[in-house]
T-cell receptor, first 113, second 112 residues
């Protein structure tokens, strides 16, 4: 079946450090890939997405490129801020799969001054 | 965008009892879902809440345990029945609107 594997947390970084959160997937169809973020006390919010191979999703300084050859969708940001502290979830959705999402386990990011 | 609210935000319940979680969306949406997030695990889809008909359950989830209602395009309820400590989780409501999937803040359930 479909699955998403992402690096375990928590990840602790200093402000302005470079961030990478790894995400790989297994899918039988043609997935769209997503990164969701959950700030403390809030619901999940869509951070970025990519719908086909080689697409790059970007938002708020975060980027992720859909790599079909390595089945990966790693999240990156060049300079993190304290306000980026949250839990990040990688997810996939199969085209024609009823809009159901398969999630990774989430990675907690803590950014310190 | 769609804003989703859930009630209650958290609850502590005794085993053998039932809890109904409400989900309200501030606009009409095409699809609504219920997810579960067990401690330290990823979100797992419980079911798709269908407006005016029975919900569609994922493998491992049954209607007797998780009855779902969706009387209109903005509201749904999930009941966790005959609870056991293994049901302790965060339950999230989700909806598709404006070509994006939105999530509620979740209901944190603890069963003692």
């Amino acid at each position: 079946g479909d699955s998403v594997t992402q690096m375990e947390g928590p990840v602790t970084l200093s402000e302005e450090a470079f961030l990478t959160i790894n995400c790989t997937y297994t899918a039988t169809g043609y997935p769209s890939l997503f990164w969701y973020v959950q700030y403390p006390g809030e619901g999940l919010q869509l951070l970025l997405k990519a719908t086909k191979a080689d697409d790059k999703g970007s938002n708020k300084g975060f980027e992720a490129t859909y790599r079909k050859e390595t089945t990966s969708f790693h999240l990156e940001k060049g300079s993190v801020q304290v306000s980026d502290s949250a839990v990040y979830f990688c997810a996939l959705g199969i085209t024609g799969g009823g809009n159901k999402l398969t999630f990774g386990t989430g990675t907690q990011l803590k950014v310190e001054l | 965008s769609a804003v989703i609210s859930q009630k209650p935000s958290r609850d502590i319940c005794q085993r053998g009892t039932s809890l109904t979680i409400q989900c309200q969306v501030d606009s009409q949406v095409t699809m609504m879902f219920w997810y579960r997030q067990q401690p330290g695990q990823s979100l797992t889809l419980i079911a798709t809440a269908n407006q005016g008909s029975e919900a569609t359950y994922e493998s491992g989830f049954v209607i007797d345990k998780f009855p779902i209602s969706r009387p209109n395009l903005t509201f749904s309820t999930l009941t966790v029945s005959n609870m056991s400590p293994e049901d302790s989780s965060i339950y999230l409501c989700s909806a598709i609107g404006h070509y994006e999937q939105y999530f509620g803040p979740g209901t944190r359930l603890t069963v003692t």
